[in-house]
């Protein structure tokens, strides 16, 4: 039987990326990978340091409550697969014209198929 308490599943203000700064270094020195709905930028952190997460999403997406909708989706998929990371990143996700008016599932498989295709999570 696993004693090992179970991974904390939060996205405090310690994982994310705030000032403007931080995201032109990830899209600058990092690297880049498109896929479905959403573009991944990261930068590599030493070992032992939390992965960060920075989202973007412009007015092309539609109006507040759209822009809002991909950020939280975004976030959610990030929070539940932060464990996954084979190494810790500074991750901007950016989110493209088609989010708009998709599920849950639908952002998530994106998120999960573009970090498999980028190889910062294991591929199963």
Not at 18 to 26: E, I, L, N, T, Y
Not at 37 to 46: E, K, Q, S, V, Y
Not at 47 to 71: D, H, M, W, Y
Request: glycine share 6%.
């Amino acid at each position: 039987m696993n004693s090992a308490p179970p991974k904390r599943l939060r996205l405090g203000r310690s994982s994310r990326l705030a000032q403007s700064r931080d995201f032109a270094r990830v899209r600058q020195r990092g690297e880049r990978f498109a896929l479905g709905c959403l573009i991944a930028n990261w930068n590599r952190l030493p070992e032992g340091a939390t992965s960060k997460l920075g989202v973007v999403t412009s007015k092309k997406i539609g109006g507040a409550t759209e822009r809002s909708r991909a950020r939280r989706l975004l976030r959610e998929s990030f929070r539940r697969h932060q464990h996954e990371l084979v190494r810790p990143v500074e991750l901007v996700l950016v989110a493209r014209n088609s989010i708009a008016g998709r599920d849950f599932a639908a952002v998530e498989k994106d998120y999960l198929a573009a970090l498999r295709r980028a190889e910062l999570v294991d591929s199963r």
